[in-house]
């Protein structure tokens, strides 16, 4: 009986050390995560669209490299910056720094993602997943609500 017993400890022991994250110390507050994502549809078909999340950095600092869906042709990042005579400009963004445990939002009229060929089936109400890579060798993988433009709630 007593041998049963220390089996059956050991083996909960075993499973409480397996989860699918790596760390089973980790917390939201200290790792790297996705969060609040969502997709801005496009005003004209045809054009690109848009997605906003934060990211939340682990307990090291990594850099996001790149941004890829299956149900897009092409995501890029980019960033809109004021420029002269009140005007804004975008500009590419190749790689941006997640500082360990501080926050990288992107958001309407900073940065954001731009989703070229967005799938024809991704509407208002709908989800479309992102992968995030980083230069770490780390992927996360994001649900991003599809929102109509002009629907700005969190």
Same mark, same amino acid.
């Given at each position: ?10 083996? &909960? ?8 994250g790596g760390d089973n110390n980790a917390t939201d507050a200290n790792r790297l995560r996705v969060s609040d994502a969502?997709? /801005? ?40 910056? &004021? ?12 790689? @941006? ?17 731009? @989703? ?13 997943? @992102? ?11 994001? /649900? &991003? ?10």
């Amino acid at each position: 009986m007593r041998a049963a017993v220390i089996l059956v400890g050991c083996i &909960a022991v075993a499973i409480g050390g397996c989860s699918s994250g790596g760390d089973n110390n980790a917390t939201d507050a200290n790792r790297l995560r996705v969060s609040d994502a969502w997709i /801005r549809l496009a005003a004209v078909p045809g054009t690109p669209s848009a997605a906003y999340f934060t990211i939340h950095g682990g307990p090291t600092s990594d850099r996001l490299t790149s941004i890829s869906s299956p149900q897009v042709r092409r995501a890029e990042m980019h960033e809109t910056m &004021a420029a002269d005579h009140g005007m804004a400009r975008m500009a590419p963004v190749e790689q @941006l720094a997640v500082p360990a445990g501080g926050t990288v939002t992107f958001a309407p009229g900073g940065r954001h993602v731009m @989703l070229f060929g967005l799938d024809a089936a991704a509407t208002a109400g709908r989800e479309v997943r @992102l992968d995030l890579a980083f230069a770490s060798g780390r992927t996360l993988a994001a /649900r &991003a609500r599809v929102r109509a433009m002009g629907d700005e709630r969190q």
